[in-house]
């Protein structure tokens, strides 16, 4: 449950953070994601504009080394 919470932040569902804190790594150029309905589909379209902050990807780091 703390990386949920560390992943939502103020403004985005888990999700939508965990894809944030993927393509926020170096070695990532790109991630394969899967939807199955239309309001998936709007989320993974915000989903790609998330940015995590350096506090937020130290904090997943600390929680998931």
């Given at each position: ?10 403004d985005r569902t ?10 926020s790594q170096p ?10 309905n239309e309001r ?26």
């Amino acid at each position: 449950e703390p990386v949920r919470t560390a992943l939502r932040g103020d403004d985005r569902t888990a999700a939508e953070g965990a894809l944030g804190f993927v393509l926020s790594q170096p070695a990532v150029t790109g991630a394969i994601v899967g939807v199955r309905n239309e309001r998936e589909a709007a989320a993974l379209g915000r989903a790609a504009t998330v940015r995590l902050t350096p506090d937020e990807l130290s904090e997943i780091d600390r929680l998931c080394p």
